[in-house]
């Protein structure tokens, strides 16, 4: 009686092991189930695709145009228009209006256009202020033109060219023949270094 009794114990304990075995296998599936998601392939390349796009379209959005012209070019090219006093007892001590042109060219040191400008320069008893109006024709079709009021140190021509320095937006607002550029903007940055006058435009 007493080995019936441990027989059929042993047979119990055995079926609860292994009920208890089976329920926390099936459980452990499904929690593993809910954690983890297999991410397809196809969503991989998607996203990847999206990153490159962007990125492609950022490029293009920020694409830079970097042009130079040089100082001595302009000078050689200046002619003078006369300028007088309206009143005799005129605030205006001084004054020259001059204009010119040089050839533009790319960093790859090829002539790709043509700058002009010209410059009124008024000295009274506080400064000399000059007005300048510039134009920039290349012949990838970006034509812009920009208004410079500064302040000059002196009426030498280097200085005068030099005053083209600015940071300004532009557009691309004449269109003549074939212009990809025409109605675009950008952000100009306009610096020399003595002996060139530097373009980098920035597309926004």
Same mark, same amino acid.
């Given at each position: 009686?007493?080995?019936?009794?441990? =027989?059929?114990?042993?047979?119990?304990?055995?079926? &609860?092991?292994? =009920? /208890?075995?089976?329920?926390?296998?099936?459980?452990?599936?499904? %929690?593993?189930?809910?954690? %983890?998601?297999?991410?397809?392939?196809?969503?991989?390349?998607?996203?990847?695709?999206?990153?490159?796009? *962007? %990125? /492609?379209? $950022?490029?293009?959005?920020?694409?830079?145009?970097?042009?130079?012209?040089? =100082?001595?070019?302009?000078?050689?090219?200046?002619?003078?228009?006369?300028?007088?006093?309206? &009143?005799?007892?005129?605030?205006?001590?001084?004054?020259?209006? &001059?204009?010119?042109?040089?050839?533009?060219?790319?960093?790859?040191?090829?002539?790709?256009?043509?700058?002009?400008?010209?410059?009124? *320069?008024?000295?009274?008893?506080?400064?000399?202020?000059?007005? %300048? $109006?510039?134009?920039?024709?290349?012949?990838?079709?970006?034509?812009?033109?920009?208004?410079?009021?500064?302040?000059?140190?002196?009426?030498?021509?280097? $200085?005068?060219?030099? /005053?083209?320095?600015?940071? *300004?937006?532009?557009?691309? $607002?004449?269109?003549?023949?074939?212009?990809?550029?025409?109605?675009?903007?950008?952000?100009?940055?306009?610096?020399?270094?003595?002996?060139?006058?530097?373009?980098?435009?920035?597309?926004?």
């Amino acid at each position: 009686m007493l080995t019936l009794r441990n =027989t059929y114990r042993s047979i119990f304990l055995f079926l &609860l092991m292994w =009920t /208890s075995s089976s329920v926390y296998s099936s459980t452990h599936s499904q %929690i593993l189930g809910t954690s %983890i998601q297999v991410v397809p392939k196809a969503v991989i390349n998607q996203n990847t695709l999206r990153k490159v796009d *962007c %990125i /492609s379209k $950022s490029k293009k959005k920020h694409k830079k145009l970097c042009y130079y012209i040089y =100082t001595a070019d302009f000078i050689k090219s200046f002619i003078e228009i006369p300028t007088s006093n309206v &009143l005799v007892d005129s605030s205006t001590l001084s004054s020259s209006y &001059l204009a010119g042109r040089a050839p533009v060219y790319n960093l790859k040191n090829k002539l790709v256009g043509t700058c002009s400008a010209s410059f009124l *320069c008024i000295q009274n008893a506080s400064n000399i202020f000059t007005d %300048i $109006s510039n134009y920039l024709s290349i012949d990838n079709g970006l034509i812009i033109s920009w208004l410079t009021p500064t302040i000059l140190a002196n009426l030498e021509l280097d $200085s005068i060219v030099n /005053s083209m320095v600015t940071e *300004c937006i532009v557009r691309a $607002s004449t269109k003549i023949g074939h212009n990809p550029y025409y109605g675009k903007k950008f952000n100009m940055i306009v610096s020399a270094d003595g002996s060139k006058i530097y373009f980098k435009l920035t597309k926004i």
